[in-house]
């Protein structure tokens, strides 16, 4: 769990919650005003008892007094609880206010990151971060604020008014407040490495878990003993341990916390009976602090729940706003514009961050018009050097020239616009086909988009579906094969009508059924374009302009088809790997006569 | 609602012994809070009368605060502290019991629409059990109790008050309940907004890719908006509705004090010259006040928990009764071929109602076959090895393994009968040597790098790190798609069992990833019954049987040269096959 924040002070923490809730400054503060308002009416009945008792101790007591008190006590019940569901209401509403825009503010944050910050993390942190992390912020805000705020600033003024009335007597009352409060802090202070176990248990409680529904099959036939459910078991044990262990040291300081925050009367009585004794104070005088004292101290003890999951809720701000603060990928001021699409990659090195470099000195260029393929074993950084041509990352060194203009040099925007990207793995949206589609350009019309799925060879599988272009592919029934998910997507990429095409193993995902279809699909959305391709399948890149044979991030070979061949390196090691591969038959020997069979090399040639 | 706390308790009835101590201990707790307010009426009460105390007196009244304040810490800490713990420990123990309840469900329970539903229970709502037992229970019970014992007091002091006590907690009550009853609604509608911005938000997640590549950022934003804002004004409805009943409900308790006082005033004579014994017990009964009522205000905002209990408890209790494989028996059941003959007898199958996916298959697999299924995407290929691995159930027909339908079968039974290495391979994270030895992890070292090099993955897996101890990132993301398929055969290898199913990814890997995987096949295949969906017909043309599959119905079979021969559905596709083989990108 080492990209949880390390360690952040529970103050730090603190300043942070108020510094993501500043935009609603206003309301919380019109909140914890009614709060406060409301918080002294809730002296009311205690000054309403203390007067009864003392016209009862006095003698003076009569039911017309008493009646008037009554009314006094009824009517400021009503006052109270209408102020106070004023001032939840206010502050409810503010902390769902914060909470949808801290979840967008994340959102939009997530989309300027470098996608090497998310490959560093959990998945299941960045998610719990948008859901859980900020959900926690509506309790303290929606509560804990107009609550804490208005407890405390009565508690103040209350307590100067008593020892105006009593010093002594009202020591006695006040004394145990602020030692509950230290309890309360000595139990929250530094708790951040429980917060970390428990967070981190139920991480991996849950994204095993969820790992394990997503594989049926696994948890079926490979769980006899047990071996594959472990690991949600030991997630499941060890958050019970982080909350056992973060529940008893809070039954130890957070009830302490409780007993004295609730201890009425306890001092009050032993001292004012004793300076009663000494005739140092009257019975009134008693009977008042002894009233009020009570009275003051019952709003605090709302802090006794909230102290229980407050260095959660810091824990998480923390979390939030290290997401939020962290480095966006750079953009120009000056955006230069390139002058035509031929690519150069110069010197280009890179690395994930884990140590390893991805890519070392690729040097390349990519002519206009031309088709350039990528090939080699996985890991070899074919992916990561297509994507840095739409700056999912930056390079480390050297620089990717679009028209002579440094990627970096130009808007992302009209970077972007460039290029259309086909990726292996075919994402949808749970959206409309249509809303899919028009990912590649919003304001396509009905009719373009028909012009594209036909061109995609998708569009008479779109139209066989139950609401045409309208359907939502969210729904699980609509089951959309591998191949025709990606078909939709090339319908996309073609929408773009950029003059770059990025495949990265587009073809990946062709079963015999689609992959006539793909192909056509590719065919049209290549036509007249530079395109850039990473592909797995040798055969379908033999008749490339340009051939890059890349083997641990650099590029052992260039050439084309014939050319490579006739090298005798390894991109004929590879050609040979494939024939071999063609030749290994379940249930039968391996054929030698597919082995031998020579490379015919106009099999995929130019033109066919 | 109330119900839901008594199902609650059910649930934890292993746990009770704790429980009542905690739940006990706490409410002594509570009661030990009035005792300084006794000691106040007594001291009152006594001045009232214009007695006057002595030093040795505040010496006593000190001891009885002190000592109550501590006895009420001791009985509250160790409250809280067996409380807290046994709600997490009922928490820890129905996860558990969850968890090994969806394993023996239908896959069908636990996937696909379901899988989410199954993971908020597993998570959420088996969480909110313990928050509930820790934090609402104690103050509902508190609330009921010190009232009612404090009333018992009224009731000798001045029977008038209890009755106007207890009128108007019994008033505040179905306030509180019709508040409760309005959220109910509300709650349910905001569960499902919750439930489905939450995906938008892991959607976007899981789709930046998508999003940086065509600079949407902006437009799926404001789809994610969207959902956010149904969320906020599915809570500020709650709110809203609930705000009127919870103020009126805080109200009227908090008016309990002017109810008490009024009444206090209409038993006083009118012209101040009550008799002392009324005086006294007035004030006994104005002091009590004090603490009559507090634990009932927090009752108030802690009722408002009950209908997330409710919510939880009932997904809770529908995953607990969940049929674990309807009547399976417990017993083994004898088998033919060592378990290696598989046969499909008028088998009808569908994931959801209405539609079948596979209609009237017969099929029968010798032990030690390759059988191929070859046909268009959505033939029910898939689902028909799926049908093997019991992962679904025939609704009409038979599928047998050994002569023995797998529904008579226990499920364990089924289930080691069969190994598989499906299209989505599900390595989970871990070692690699605990991903092999999955099926028997007490499986020794040298089985699994035995298996490991008959999968051809032996050499790369030395190359990880730590070797065998490496751990593959969630979704063996660590390892390339080839690498993850030869690890599943290395785990279908270990496992040993007599059938093999196999799906063949669609993807492409490179050719060195590829030639290395199809020699792991083959491995895998040797002395076992092998059932094969087949994408690239070049792995399957040696093949004893191939079965050509369309709209879940078998065409036709043979071996591959019959199957060409006949010049039918199978001879096309293979010839389409071809054509696509020859294809390349160029200008």
């Known amino acids: ?46 000054v309403v008892l203390f007067l009864a008792l003392r016209d009862l101790v006095d003698g003076t007591a009569t039911t017309g007094g008493f009646v008037t008190l009554a009314a006094i006590a009824a009517a400021s019940s009503v006052v109270r609880f209408v102020l106070w569901s004023r001032a939840l209401h206010i502050s409810h509403v503010a902390a769902f206010d914060i909470v949808r825009d801290l979840r967008l503010d994340v959102a939009r944050k997530l989309a300027t990151l470098p996608l090497g910050w998310f490959s560093r993390r959990h998945s299941g942190q960045v998610q719990r971060a948008l859901t859980e992390d900020v959900q926690r912020l509506e309790v303290l805000l929606a509560h804990a604020i107009p609550e804490l705020v208005s407890a405390v600033c009565f508690w103040v003024v209350a307590a100067i008014w008593l020892l105006a ?26 708790r951040s490495d429980d917060v970390r176990r428990s967070t981190a248990a139920s991480d991996e409680l849950h994204a095993s878990a969820a790992e394990l529904l997503r594989h049926p099959h696994v948890l079926r036939l490979f769980d006899a003993h047990g071996a594959v459910t472990a690991p949600t ?10 909350e056992v262990r973060w529940s008893t040291s809070y039954a130890t300081l957070g009830t302490a916390f409780r007993t004295l925050i609730t201890a009425d009367f306890v001092a009050v009585l032993p001292v004012g009976v004793w300076l009663l004794v000494d005739g140092r104070v009257d019975v009134t005088s008693l009977l008042l602090v002894l009233l009020l004292g009570a009275g003051v101290h019952q709003p605090l003890e709302r802090a006794y729940r909230l102290g229980f999951r407050l260095s959660w809720i810091s824990y998480g701000a923390a979390v939030v706003d290290e997401m939020l603060r962290a480095r966006s990928l750079p953009e120009t001021d000056e955006p230069q514009t390139p002058t035509s699409d031929r690519i150069e990659f110069r010197d280009v090195s890179f690395s994930h961050g884990d140590g390893a470099e991805t890519l070392a000195g690729v040097s390349l260029t990519v002519e206009p018009g031309h088709v350039t393929a990528f090939v080699g074993p996985s890991g070899a950084g074919k992916s990561t050097l ?3 041509l739409a700056r999912f990352w930056d390079v480390d060194d050297g620089a990717i020239l679009i028209g002579g203009v440094d990627v970096r040099d130009m808007s992302v925007g009209d970077l972007l616009a460039r290029q259309a990207l086909v990726f292996q793995d075919a994402f949808l949206f749970a959206d409309t086909v249509a809303a899919n589609l028009r990912v590649g350009r919003s304001d396509a019309t009905d009719a373009e988009l028909e012009e594209a799925c036909r061109a995609a060879r998708i569009h008479d599988r779109i139209t066989a579906l139950p609401d045409g272009y309208r359907t939502d592919l969210g729904d699980s029934g609509v089951g959309l094969s591998g191949g025709e998910r990606q078909r939709i997507t090339i319908a996309r990429a073609m929408l773009r009508d950029a003059p770059i095409v990025v495949l990265d193993e587009a073809t990946a995902m062709a079963d015999p059924d689609n992959e006539a279809a793909i192909q056509s699909a590719i065919a049209e959305l290549v036509a007249g374009r530079t395109l850039v391709v990473v592909a797995h399948r040798l055969r379908t890149v033999v008749g490339a302009d340009q051939i890059v044979v890349l083997d641990g991030g650099q590029v052992v070979e260039q050439g084309r088809h014939d050319e490579l061949l006739a090298a ?41 | 609602m109330t119900d839901s706390v008594r199902r609650l308790l059910r649930l934890a009835r292993p746990e009770r012994s704790a429980l009542l101590r905690g739940f006990g ?19 009152v009460v006594r001045l009232a009368d214009g007695e006057t105390f002595s030093s040795d007196d505040v010496v006593v009244i000190a001891a009885i605060c002190f000592g109550s304040l501590g006895l009420r810490y001791g009985f509250a800490r160790y409250g809280n502290g067996v409380l807290w713990v046994v709600a997490y420990q009922i928490t820890g123990r129905v996860r558990r019991d969850l968890l090994a309840r969806m394993k023996a469900a239908p896959p069908s329970a636990t996937s696909g629409d379901n899988a989410g539903r199954a993971l908020t229970v597993l998570t959420y709502d088996a969480g909110k059990l313990a928050g509930f037992l820790s934090w609402e229970m104690p103050v509902l019970l508190a609330g009921a109790i010190v009232p009612v014992i404090v009333l018992i007091v009224y009731a000798f002091l001045a029977p008038w008050l209890a009755v106007v006590a207890a009128g108007v907690a019994l008033l505040a009550i179905p306030v509180l309940r019709f508040g409760i009853g309005r959220v109910m609604d509300v709650y349910a509608e905001r569960r499902r907004l919750q439930g489905e911005a939450t995906e938008r938000m892991l959607e976007y997640v899981r789709g930046i890719d998508v999003i940086r590549a065509h600079a949407i950022a902006g437009e799926r934003q404001q789809r994610f908006a969207e959902a956010l804002d149904g969320i906020r004004d599915a809570d500020v409805a709650s709110v809203d509705r609930l705000t009127p009943a919870y103020s009126a409900f805080q109200s009227l308790i908090d008016a309990g004090v002017a109810a008490i006082v009024l009444t206090a005033g209409l038993l006083l004579a009118d012209d101040g010259t009550s008799d002392s014994a009324t005086v006294s017990s007035l004030i006994a009964a104005l002091l009590l006040t004090t603490v009559l009522f507090r634990p009932q205000l927090d009752v108030g905002a802690r009722a408002l928990h009950l209908p997330e209990l409710a919510a939880s408890m009932r997904h809770v209790e529908e995953w607990m009764s969940l049929p674990a494989i309807p009547d399976r028996p417990i017993a083994h059941v004898t088998l033919t071929d060592g378990g290696a003959t598989v046969e499909f007898r008028s088998v009808t199958a569908g994931y959801q109602p209405d539609v079948d996916v596979v209609r009237g298959v017969d099929l029968a697999v010798p032990a030690g076959s390759v059988t191929a299924l070859v046909g268009p995407s959505g033939a029910g290929k898939t689902t028909l090895l799926r049908l093997v691995a019991g992962l679904l159930s025939p609704r009409t027909g038979e599928v047998t393994i050994g002569g023995a339908d797998l529904e008579e079968m226990p499920a364990a039974q089924s289930a080691a009968l069969v190994s598989a290495v499906f299209q989505d391979v599900g390595v989970l994270s871990g070692t690699v040597a ?29 190359e990880l790190p730590h070797g065998y101890e490496s751990v593959v990132g969630e979704e063996g993301r660590t390892l390339s798609g080839g690498e993850r398929q030869r690890l599943g055969i290395a785990r279908a290898l270990c496992k040993n069992a007599p059938v093999v199913l196999l799906d063949e990814a669609t993807s492409a890997l490179d050719p060195t990833n590829e030639r290395l995987l199809r020699e792991a096949l083959a491995n895998l295949v040797r002395g076992r019954t092998l059932l094969v969906v087949a994408h690239r017909l070049e792995t399957i043309r040696g093949a004893d049987r191939i079965v050509f599959v369309d709209e879940g119905s078998i065409v036709e079979s043979g071996t591959h040269d019959e199957l060409v021969d006949r010049g039918g559905r199978y001879a096309s596709f293979w010839s389409t096959r071809e054509q696509a083989a020859g294809w390349s990108l160029a200008r």
Request: hydrophobic content about 55%; glycine content about 6%.
């Open chain 1, 568 to 608: 005798d390196g390894r991109y004929r090691e590879m050609w040979d790997d494939m024939i071999a591969a063609e030749g290994v038959r379940l249930g039968g020997e391996v054929d030698a006569d597919v082995v031998a069979t020579p490379v015919d090399a106009s099999l995929g040639g130019a033109g066919s």
């Open chain 1, 233 to 242: 078991r030991a997630g499941m044990d060890a958050h019970e341990a982080a």
């Open chain 1, 165 to 190: 009335v009593d010093p002594l007597l009202a020591l006695a009352a006040l004394v145990f407040a602020p030692i509950a409060f230290f309890v309360l802090w000595l139990g929250l202070r530094d």
């Open chain 1, 1 to 46: 769990m080492s990209e949880l924040p390390d360690r952040p002070e529970f103050t730090a923490g603190l300043r942070v919650v108020a510094r993501l809730c500043r935009p609603a400054k206003r309301r919380m503060i019109v909140s914890s005003a009614l709060a406060i308002v409301s918080t002294a009416f809730e002296l009311v009945p205690f």
């Open chain 2, 434 to 462: 605990s991903a092999i030895s999955s099926a028997d992890p007490g499986v020794s070292h040298d089985r699994i790098e035995e298996v490991a090099r008959a999968a051809h993955i032996h050499d790369r897996i030395l």
């Open chain 1, 386 to 388: 297509v994507r840095l």
């Open chain 2, 25 to 43: 201990a706490n409410m002594i707790a509570s009661l030990l809070q009035v005792v300084p307010a006794v000691v106040a009426v007594v001291v």
